[in-house]
Every structure is written in C-alpha cells, then in structure tokens.
C-alpha cells in the first residue's frame, strides 16, 4: 500500500472537531490526489507542502502537557518533525518521541491513531512552508526524565 493511502485512510478516520479541522481535512484528499510528493525531501520546504507528525506527551495524572521551547519556530510547542519518504505518521511520532525526548513513545491514553490534525504555514527562521500534521498523544509522568534534543529546543516545562 502506497504511504499516500494510507494518510489518507488516517485522514478520512478523523472527525473533525471544529470546522477549521473539518475543512482541513476535506482538502487533503485532493492534496494527495494532486501532487506527487507528500514528504519533505529538502530543507526547508520541498515539496512547499509536506507531511508532519506532532506528538503532545500528557501526563495521564493530571492531563497536564509538556512544551519545549524551540530554537527554529522561536515559541513553546509540543515537539513533532517531518515523516521521512515511505515512514507512516506513527512511526514517525515514535522516532520522534525517541530523537527530542529521549524515552520510547507510549501511546496508551488514546491509542496510537492521530486524534486531529491541522494544516498550518510554519514561522520561523526559514521562510515558512506548509505542514499537514497529523497530532499523537503520548504520555509520560512529570517525573519523566527527558533528555531533549539540543538542536532543537532551549528548554522545556510543563
């Protein structure tokens, strides 16, 4: 099965939460329908247009959600990066989970299926591109250790 088919399987499993969303994700069909890249190939933005995986760690405790400060973007955001060529999303929350936090990814609040996703044009030291980023919730306690990526963040909170 093609990567594309499967975004899109993941896309078309989403319910919308609001109508943002909902508009969103009526627009990725044919986005993956019309191009023939949906993933990153160079830095920052070939294809202008490409696939994300954001991971919100929670803590199941007390619902509360860890940020990093992050270098490029310049604010306070859950961590997440671009699915490489032919990686599906969750892979790529798992890896990611792994290269800026340092722990293995733990999906057992809400399973490991995007719960939303969001079309965004990224800020930044570069000029900007466009994220279609699918969001997974991993979860971790505040006494996590977490050892973060230094080439991507300047700190991190709760």
């Given at each position: 099965?093609?990567?594309?088919v499967?975004?899109?399987?993941?896309v078309?499993?989403?319910?919308?939460?609001?109508d943002l969303?909902?508009?969103?994700?009526?627009?990725?069909?044919?986005?993956?329908?019309?191009?023939?890249?949906?993933?990153r190939?160079?830095?920052?933005?070939?294809?202008?247009?490409?696939?994300?995986?954001?991971?919100?760690?929670?803590?199941?405790?007390?619902?509360?959600?860890?940020?990093v400060?992050?270098?490029?973007?310049?604010?306070?955001?859950?961590?997440?990066?671009?699915?490489?060529?032919?990686?599906?999303?969750?892979?790529?929350?798992?890896?990611?989970?792994?290269?800026?936090?340092?722990?293995?990814?733990?999906?057992?609040?809400?399973g490991?299926?995007p719960?939303?996703l969001?079309?965004?044009t990224?800020v930044g030291v570069?000029?900007?591109?466009?994220?279609?980023?699918?969001?997974?919730?991993?979860?971790?306690?505040r006494?996590?250790?977490?050892?973060?990526?230094?080439?991507?963040?300047?700190?991190a909170?709760w």
């Open positions: 099965m093609e990567p594309a499967r975004v899109d399987d993941l078309s499993a989403l319910r919308p939460l609001d969303e909902g508009d969103n994700r009526a627009d990725i069909p044919s986005w993956i329908a019309g191009t023939h890249d949906i993933f190939r160079a830095k920052p933005a070939t294809p202008p247009r490409h696939l994300v995986s954001y991971i919100v760690v929670v803590d199941p405790t007390d619902l509360s959600v860890f940020l400060d992050h270098i490029n973007a310049g604010l306070w955001l859950p961590t997440g990066g671009h699915v490489e060529p032919g990686e599906h999303p969750a892979e790529t929350a798992r890896r990611e989970t792994r290269e800026e936090h340092g722990v293995d990814a733990d999906f057992d609040i809400v490991s299926e719960i939303f969001t079309v965004t990224t570069d000029n900007g591109h466009v994220d279609v980023s699918l969001w997974y919730v991993v979860a971790a306690h006494d996590t250790e977490f050892t973060l990526d230094p080439d991507e963040c300047r700190g909170r």
